[in-house]
């Protein structure tokens, strides 16, 4: 069985600082990992994912993640903070696409 | 993208009664829909997977006759909250896998508070 821990429930950053959000993942064997966003009101949208190849991952809005198999992490990472990144944030992983474990998410809060 | 609809957004119901809540795939067809639930301050919970034609499959320790699926069509599947229960107020949502990495469409999500 999979589990997918997020640390830290709220993360504030100031506009312009690195973004950095954790994920690890227990797994038997190296799962499909992804990153979602939820923007109030809206559904959860899919930020990148991680299933094989490169282990820096580059999704939209200037997001990116590196899956690091000897740390079992797959952190989120932005280089400048906008105010449009406040948002929660889901880690996730499955065996392949559909069945998907996903973390308690994380609340990132941009001060101007 | 695709886009997956879900409707109530939010509802409000009374102890004892029912609620249903609808997902539809609006430019995509979708054989199959998970319907996952999420309680304040934890995760995304799959309760069950969706499947056109068939029975949905549970997951452990979701009551089926509690929680009803019925997904007759390729675009819509609904949940039925029957007899709901003040421990039943959660954040409820679907999502339709679509295209051929079968990449996941959430709904936005049904707020449901049972008074």
């Known amino acids: 069985a999979q589990s997918v821990t997020q640390l830290g429930s709220h993360v504030s950053v100031s506009e312009g600082a690195l973004v950095l959000l954790r994920c690890n993942y227990s797994?038997?064997?190296?799962?499909?990992l992804f990153w979602y966003v939820q923007y109030p009101n809206q559904g959860l949208q899919l930020l990148l994912k991680?299933?094989?190849?490169?282990?820096l991952v580059k999704g939209i809005n200037g997001f990116e993640a590196e899956f690091k198999k000897s740390e079992t992490s797959f952190h989120l990472t932005k280089p400048s903070a906008h105010m449009s990144d406040a948002a929660e944030y889901f880690c996730?992983?499955?065996?392949?696409?559909?069945?998907?474990?996903f973390g308690t998410g994380t609340k990132l809060q941009v001060i101007p | 993208g695709a886009v997956v609809s879900q409707h109530p957004s939010w509802v409000i119901c009374k102890s004892g009664t029912s609620v249903k809540i609808e997902c539809r795939s609006l430019?995509?067809?979708?054989?199959?829909m998970f319907w996952y639930r999420q309680f304040p301050k934890q995760s995304l919970m799959l309760m069950a997977t969706?499947?056109?034609?068939?029975?949905?499959?549970?997951e452990q320790g979701v009551e089926k006759d509690k929680f009803l699926i019925n997904h007759a069509s390729l675009t819509l599947s609904t949940l039925t909250v029957t007899s709901a229960h003040p421990e039943d107020s959660s954040f409820y949502i679907c999502?339709?896998?679509?295209?051929?990495?079968?990449?996941?469409?959430f709904g936005s999500g049904t707020q449901l508070s049972v008074l």
């Open positions: 996730a992983a499955s065996g392949g696409y559909q069945k998907v474990t």
């Open positions: 999502s339709a896998p679509q295209g051929v990495d079968e990449k996941l469409f």
């Open positions: 430019d995509f067809q979708a054989t199959t």
């Open positions: 969706s499947n056109e034609g068939s029975k949905a499959t549970y």
């Open positions: 797994s038997s064997v190296p799962p499909y």
């Open positions: 991680y299933t094989t190849g490169a282990t």
